[in-house]
């Protein structure tokens, strides 16, 4: 089962045209994949697009949407109806070019991106060949068919999947963290009376310990007007520790 994974780079070679003002016709130019940049700290690793990632899967035509913040109602464009096409820039990265539905949040969009309120761009993926160099994961191949590549006002730069976390926490000799949403389904899954499995147990147990941890941690801070929650987080133990008893 192929896991989707999500990446944002700043926006760069940003450039809006309007192409018919009478029909309000707008054209969109942008960098969506930046090649051979180090990323901000993923936790404890980093990562970096190799140049010629893109190259296989833009060989084969693929079916790429254009969007806003990820979102599927706000489709601007898509290379399976010819607007939107992707090109490969040698050792830089991958624009995209879209002629922009003529709807309204296309409009406000270009106003946003001509203001620099929204100056970032992000993209949808899957890796189809990775490996390691040091604590730097380089990324040398990517699917893009079925992906998106979207315009962002909060780019979830280290939007990683699971399965990818716990690869680097292996590679770096980290202990994985739980998953705040599957430890959520767990509290969900024991409220609505199910017996939690032996997964969900241990999820409890990890979110249990983290919890501890973090506790503890702030414990030993100065107290203070932005201290952290303790009664909060000592009611969230204690909802935890009764869930890990079922």
Same mark, same amino acid.
């Given at each position: 089962?192929?896991?989707?994974?999500?990446?944002?780079?700043?926006?760069?070679?940003?450039?809006?045209?309007?192409?018919?003002?009478?029909?309000?016709?707008?054209?969109?130019?942008?960098?969506?994949?930046?090649?051979?940049?180090?990323?901000?700290?993923?936790?404890?690793?980093?990562?970096?697009?190799?140049?010629?990632?893109?190259?296989?899967?833009?060989?084969?035509?693929?079916?790429?949407?254009?969007?806003?913040?990820?979102?599927?109602?706000?489709?601007?464009?898509?290379?399976?109806?010819?607007?939107?096409?992707?090109?490969?820039?040698?050792?830089?990265?991958?624009?995209?070019?879209?002629?922009?539905?003529?709807?309204?949040?296309?409009?406000?969009?270009?106003?946003?991106?001509?203001?620099?309120?929204?100056?970032?761009?992000?993209?949808?993926?899957?890796?189809?060949?990775?490996?390691?160099?040091?604590?730097?994961?380089?990324?040398?191949?990517?699917?893009?068919?079925?992906?998106?590549?979207?315009?962002?006002?909060?780019?979830?730069? +280290?939007?990683?999947?699971?399965?990818?976390?716990? +690869?680097?926490?292996?590679? /770096?000799?980290?202990? /994985?963290?739980?998953?705040?949403?599957?430890? /959520?389904?767990?509290? +969900?899954?024991?409220?609505?009376?199910?017996?939690?499995?032996?997964?969900?147990?241990?999820?409890?147990?990890?979110?249990?310990?983290?919890?501890?941890?973090?506790?503890?941690?702030?414990?030993?801070?100065?107290?203070?007007?932005?201290?952290?929650?303790?009664?909060?987080?000592?009611?969230?133990?204690?909802?935890?520790?009764?869930?890990?008893?079922?």
């Amino acid at each position: 089962m192929r896991t989707r994974e999500v990446r944002a780079f700043p926006l760069q070679n940003l450039r809006i045209t309007r192409a018919d003002e009478k029909l309000g016709r707008l054209e969109f130019h942008g960098r969506s994949i930046v090649y051979d940049s180090l990323s901000e700290d993923m936790g404890g690793w980093r990562e970096r697009i190799m140049p010629g990632a893109a190259t296989r899967t833009l060989g084969m035509s693929p079916d790429v949407r254009f969007l806003i913040n990820h979102d599927p109602n706000l489709l601007l464009g898509r290379t399976a109806s010819g607007t939107a096409d992707l090109t490969e820039e040698p050792d830089e990265g991958v624009d995209v070019d879209a002629r922009m539905a003529d709807v309204s949040y296309a409009r406000d969009l270009a106003v946003s991106l001509e203001r620099g309120d929204i100056n970032q761009m992000s993209f949808g993926f899957w890796v189809t060949a990775d490996g390691w160099a040091g604590n730097t994961h380089e990324v040398f191949g990517i699917d893009l068919d079925g992906g998106d590549v979207s315009v962002v006002t909060y780019p979830a730069f +280290a939007a990683t999947s699971a399965e990818l976390r716990s +690869a680097a926490a292996r590679h /770096t000799g980290q202990e /994985t963290a739980p998953e705040p949403e599957a430890v /959520t389904r767990a509290l +969900a899954e024991a409220r609505a009376g199910k017996v939690l499995s032996a997964t969900n147990r241990q999820l409890v147990a990890d979110a249990h310990d983290a919890l501890g941890a973090l506790l503890e941690a702030a414990d030993r801070s100065a107290p203070g007007p932005q201290a952290y929650p303790h009664e909060r987080a000592r009611h969230r133990l204690r909802e935890l520790e009764m869930l890990a008893s079922l």
